[in-house]
């Protein structure tokens, strides 16, 4: 089963544009996570936003985060050719008997030179 | 320090044909994560470890699929026998914490024939 739903499903922007993903999710959760995947490869980390946390600021990426609305968004400033990937959120909740870390079906972002 | 290893990378199997999968994750980390990722869409989670316990695997398809995490490490995903639809990439991701950031491989990629 999946927990979060990202928007777009794709992305196609010119580079040095910004980009913004949204993701919405159905239960409580201990935090949020967004993930990028590059073609053919495995998922890699980029940021992690705990539920009692409102923005935060990674390099090029923020995040933001609603609970009352269950959404998350995440913008990258001055995009990149190299951030052409496919962009997921995960949420993760460690409390009682969950623990799992649960997928979205992602944002496919295809940024043009 | 080394990532999460998967091996193998690719695998071509015919139908009604056994394969394993096997996941050394980071060292230290106790929770270990088998997804199941599907052209164009999120990972899906079918089992999690904390130390050697499988602690959910309610998405594990039992009559088919089987795992182990020999001594809280390594971890074997089985399938057996495989059908068509199996094909997708199999992930292991580790965890210090769950619920926390997880740190992927590169995945192995069944094609079931």
């Known amino acids: 089963s999946q927990q979060g739903e990202e928007d777009p499903q794709a992305l196609s922007i010119q580079e040095g544009e910004n980009a913004t993903m949204n993701c919405s999710y159905k239960?409580?959760?201990?935090?949020l996570q967004w993930y990028r995947q590059n073609s053919g490869r495995g998922l890699v980390h980029l940021i992690l936003i705990r539920s009692n946390e409102r923005e935060k600021h990674s390099g090029r990426l923020r995040v933001t985060l609603d609970t009352s609305k269950k959404s998350s968004s995440l913008l990258i400033t001055a995009s990149r050719a190299a951030d052409t990937a496919s962009y997921f959120c995960a949420t993760g909740d460690y409390g009682g008997s969950q623990g799992n870390l649960i997928f979205g079906k992602g944002t496919k972002l295809s940024v043009k030179p | 320090e080394a990532g999460v290893v998967q091996s193998p990378r690719y695998k071509i199997i015919e139908k009604k044909q056994p394969v394993a999968f096997w996941c050394n994750p980071i060292?230290?980390?106790?929770?270990l994560y088998w997804y199941r990722q599907n052209l164009g869409q999120g990972p899906e989670l079918l089992i999690r470890?904390?130390?050697?316990?499988?602690?959910?695997d309610s998405q594990l398809p039992k009559d088919r699929f089987s795992a182990e995490r020999l001594k809280g490490v390594d971890s074997t995903l089985k399938i057996q026998p495989a059908e068509l639809g199996d094909s997708a990439v199999y992930l292991c991701a580790s965890s210090p914490m769950r619920g926390t950031e997880a740190f992927f491989g590169q995945g192995t990629r069944l094609t079931v024939v």
């Open positions: 470890y904390e130390n050697e316990e499988a602690v959910d």
């Open positions: 239960t409580s959760i201990n935090n």
């Open positions: 060292s230290g980390h106790n929770t």
